[in-house]
Nanobody, 125 residues
Framework: QVQLVESGGGLVQAGGSLRLSCAAS????????MGWFRQAPGKEREFVTA????????YYADSVKGRFTISRDIAKNTVYLQMNRLKPEDTAVYYC??????????????????WGQGTQVTVSS
């Protein structure tokens, strides 16, 4: 079982930056991966970015490439999402996700077994 606790959301003006953190506790395995999804009001939860724990390979949605960066601190079992040049359309609840099983897919909610409680990010224009 893996528990995820997110922090770092808030209100920021367009063009600004925020950093989200997600601390994981519990048992992990070699197939471990963590990701971020977001859900805006009235919309489905969508993939933002993910990182493979072993090797650190990263994956991004086209909408955030070049603006968002995912990173990990293995010692702290924590993943970070640095969000720069934020836009009003980035406004959403951001969810941290994790899995313990190996998969070549990182982009779907069904690729992850564990979820955080979500943190609100609001970008004003």
């Amino acid at each position: 079982q893996v528990q995820l606790v997110e922090s770092g959301g808030g209100l920021v003006q367009a063009g600004g930056s925020l950093r989200l953190s997600c601390a994981a506790s519990g048992r992990t395995s070699s197939g471990y991966a963590m990701g971020w999804f977001r859900q805006a009001p009235g919309k489905e939860r969508e993939f933002v970015t993910a990182i493979a724990w072993s090797g650190g390979y990263t994956y991004y949605a086209d909408s955030v490439k070049g603006r968002f960066t995912i990173s990990r601190d293995i010692a702290k079992n924590t993943v970070y999402l640095q969000m720069n040049r934020l836009k009003p359309e980035d406004t959403a609840v951001y969810y941290c996700a994790a899995r313990n099983s190996y998969s070549s897919s990182f982009y779907y909610t069904t690729d992850y077994a564990y979820w955080g409680q979500g943190t609100q990010v609001t970008v004003s224009s």
